[in-house]
């Protein structure tokens, strides 16, 4: 299953924290912003979310949906057959 969550942060790995921002995608305590220069599809982040394999799923408005999996962003849009590329709220099983 994975959880979008609305507000925008997420806990991560060792007590950090995963906080989506309008420039990016933070890792707090690591100091580290992902941004389009990383590969994710738009840097106004609205929603994160971590599946049980370890993935990091993250909305975007405008651009999508991205998947982190092994530092490598991977983007699925409306093309894909989401039904839009803003505002998304996901839940696989």
Same mark, same amino acid.
């Given at each position: 299953?994975?959880?979008?969550?609305?507000?925008?942060?997420?806990?991560?790995?060792? *007590?950090? +924290? $995963?906080? %989506? &921002?309008? @420039? !990016?995608?933070?890792?707090?305590?690591?100091?580290?912003? =992902? #941004?389009?220069?990383?590969?994710?599809?738009?840097?106004?982040?609205?929603?994160?979310?971590?599946?049980?394999? *370890?993935? +990091? $799923?993250? %909305? &975007?408005? @405008? !651009?999508?949906?991205?998947?982190?999996?092994?530092?490598? =962003? #991977?983007?699925?849009?409306?093309?894909?057959?989401?039904?839009?590329?803003?505002?998304?709220?996901?839940?696989?099983?």
């Amino acid at each position: 299953m994975i959880w979008i969550k609305r507000s925008g942060h997420l806990p991560g790995p060792g *007590g950090r +924290l $995963w906080l %989506g &921002t309008q @420039g !990016g995608l933070v890792l707090t305590n690591d100091s580290k912003l =992902f #941004t389009t220069r990383d590969g994710l599809s738009a840097n106004d982040v609205r929603a994160i979310a971590e599946d049980r394999e *370890g993935n +990091l $799923w993250i %909305g &975007t408005e @405008g !651009g999508g949906l991205n998947r982190l999996r092994d530092g490598r =962003f #991977t983007c699925f849009t409306k093309t894909n057959g989401l039904p839009g590329n803003s505002d998304l709220r996901v839940e696989v099983d």
